[in-house]
């Protein structure tokens, strides 16, 4: 398949470009849905059994440093989820995120990339909302069987300082 991107700027997309832009920018509202939603079973799933769940700083990025998380496989994802199912017996912040920008920038062979901007906000229990993390995302999704799944959701956070509170799913 040919992206858009790929092509001179005169050529307009096709069909087929626009549902696949569609196809991932609804996988992606549908994953922050299910962070927010605290539904980390389902965001587990969103995964092949290999798939990789990254959170780098900006900083680090640039200089090939080292990962704030880095979950390879099932097993891994498993663990940071019964830590956050586990851990919070109180009631938990309410997180927002927002994903925009999309943009598809390749599919083939089974596989599709895409890197998306985000935002999170958090609203404490007393009902104070505040900025929490922005940055952006960079997905690898294996296409195969029809439907999406990640092969590596890798998150790069703007800040270079930890947000408070820093165990949510970004």
Same mark, same amino acid.
């Given at each position: ?10 050529? &307009?997309?096709? =069909? ?11 996988? *992606?509202?549908? *994953?922050? /849905? &299910? ?6 079973? !389902? ?9 990789? #769940? !990254?959170?780098?700083?900006?900083? /680090?990025?640039n200089g090939h440093g ?5 979950? @390879?496989? *099932? %097993?891994a994802r498993k663990q940071?989820?019964? #830590? ?5 017996? =109180? ?5 927002? +995120? ?9 599919? $083939? @062979? ?10 999170? #906000?958090?609203? @404490?229990?007393? $009902? #104070?909302?505040?900025?929490? &993390?922005?940055?952006?995302?960079? @997905?690898?999704?294996? $296409? ?8 590596? +959701? %890798?998150? =790069? ?14």
């Amino acid at each position: 398949m040919t992206l858009a991107a790929d092509r001179p700027t005169t050529d &307009a997309p096709t =069909v087929e470009d626009l549902l696949l832009h569609h196809r991932v920018e609804q996988f *992606l509202v549908r *994953l922050q /849905n &299910a962070i927010d939603d605290h539904r980390y079973i !389902a965001w587990l799933d969103m995964f092949v059994p290999e798939g990789v #769940y !990254a959170v780098i700083d900006q900083l /680090n990025k640039n200089g090939h440093g080292m990962y704030l998380t880095y979950d @390879d496989g *099932l %097993e891994a994802r498993k663990q940071r989820v019964a #830590y956050l199912m586990g851990y919070w017996k =109180v009631p938990r912040a309410r997180t927002l +995120h927002t994903v925009t920008n999309v943009l598809v920038t390749f599919a $083939g @062979d089974d596989r599709v990339e895409a890197r998306s901007k985000f935002t999170v #906000y958090r609203t @404490d229990r007393e $009902g #104070y909302t505040k900025f929490h &993390a922005s940055g952006e995302y960079f @997905d690898e999704f294996d $296409g195969s069987d029809g439907g999406l799944l990640l092969r590596r +959701h %890798e998150v =790069v956070i703007d800040m270079n300082v930890l947000p408070d509170d820093f165990t949510e799913l970004l």
